[in-house]
């Protein structure tokens, strides 16, 4: 028996040894990303959209109005002509409360 071959046995087996502890190496704590915990920010921008749509839909008051809702990245711009403060709070409110919605910026005025 060659006097080589277990010297190369046992090379082989330590290197088979090696590669297989480092499979159970545990992942470096920078290497995975979390999923964020927040409900909103697991809300497309288009369901945001939906969102607020429906709930200003939704009211007897501004369904009747043209709002047009913008989202992006959670941050919703409403924009439209309504006939009075009130009513823009409302709707302004109605956005704050729908799902997914992070902030709201309005461009609603009042008809003149």
Do not use: Y
Not at 2 to 26: D, E, I, Q, R, Y
Not at 51 to 77: C, H
Not at 79 to 96: C, H, R, V
């Amino acid at each position: 028996m060659n006097k080589s071959f277990p010297k190369l046995a046992w090379g082989t087996l330590g290197v088979a040894l090696l590669l297989l502890s480092a499979c159970n190496k545990p992942p470096e704590v920078g290497s995975t990303i979390q999923p964020s915990t927040t409900t909103a920010a697991n809300v497309l921008d288009l369901d945001v959209s939906l969102n607020v749509k429906m709930a200003l839909m939704n009211d007897p008051i501004l369904n009747t109005f043209e709002i047009e809702v913008i989202t992006s990245n959670g941050d919703v711009r409403l924009i439209g002509l309504l006939d009075s403060q009130d009513q823009i709070d409302s709707a302004i409110t109605l956005a704050k409360q729908a799902e997914g919605t992070l902030a709201v910026h309005s461009e609603l005025t009042i008809k003149q």
